[in-house]
């Protein structure tokens, strides 16, 4: 299995514009996660997935955030505008039960100018 | 609620020797620990867990970690480090009931040669 793959690595972006982060987890994987890794709040949890339906988003920092599933195998994370702070690397996680570890991908650096 | 602090940011040890790296948990009910590393601009990997049954959970990569209930402690251990094991290290819970994973601010381990 290639694990959990996230796209793009990078990316650089202006305040204001639209970003888009893309997941795609394990195979047979029932939970998917989305995280936010920052120096000064460390790893934050954004939202979760059971079976693609969204099961606690309260991490989710406001309305600019969204995130989607529309199907077992793809999950995005959009921030609409995007803002200088939302600079960050995000990861998505995925884990096959309730009671496994999960598995993360690469991650996504986000630059925000 | 449940949290993990890792008190101390900086870890070094020389090469050959046996490397300890703290965790204290927080959480209602039992425990679900978890310890993960991170490489330099790649996702978290996961090392080991406990969930019940034997105190001295074993781990990849030759670590262990040992589950002190009286001490609410998660101890990262490994008998004889390596330069290769410089990284950062996470230490994390879940509660029973729930699928978040609380991160500790982790831990920058340095393994001198």
């Known amino acids: 299995d290639a694990g959990v793959i996230q796209s793009p690595r990078h990316e650089v972006t202006e305040m204001g514009q639209e970003v888009t982060l893309r997941c795609k987890p394990i195979?047979?994987?029932?939970?998917l996660f989305w995280y936010r890794q920052t120096m000064m709040r460390g790893l934050e949890l954004l939202i979760y997935?059971?079976?693609?339906?969204?099961?606690?988003d309260s991490g989710m920092p406001e309305d600019r955030f969204s995130a989607k599933m529309p199907n077992a195998s793809f999950s995005t994370l959009k921030i609409q505008p995007s803002e200088p702070r939302d600079s960050a690397v995000y990861f998505c996680?995925?884990?096959?039960?309730?009671?496994?570890?999960?598995?993360f991908g690469q991650g996504t650096r986000l630059t925000v100018v | 609620a449940q949290s993990v602090a890792q008190p101390e940011d900086q870890v070094n040890v020389a090469e050959g020797n046996p490397l300890t790296v703290k965790c204290t948990y927080s959480?209602?009910?039992?425990?679900?620990l978890f310890w993960y590393v991170q490489y330099p601009n790649r996702g978290l990997q996961f090392l080991l867990k406990?969930?019940?049954?034997?105190?001295l959970v074993k781990g990849s990569y030759g670590f262990e970690a040992e589950f002190n209930k009286s001490q609410t402690s998660f101890h990262l251990k490994k008998p004889s480090a390596l330069v290769s094991d410089s990284a950062l290290y996470f230490c994390?819970?879940?509660?029973?009931?729930?699928?978040?994973?609380?991160f500790g601010t982790g831990t920058r381990l340095t393994v001198i040669p």
């Open positions: 996680a995925s884990k096959r039960a309730m009671n496994t570890e999960a598995f």
């Open positions: 195979s047979g994987h029932d939970y």
């Open positions: 997935f059971n079976n693609n339906v969204p099961i606690d």
């Open positions: 959480v209602s009910g039992n425990p679900y």
């Open positions: 406990y969930i019940t049954g034997d105190n």
């Open positions: 994390a819970v879940r509660d029973p009931g729930g699928n978040n994973l609380f």
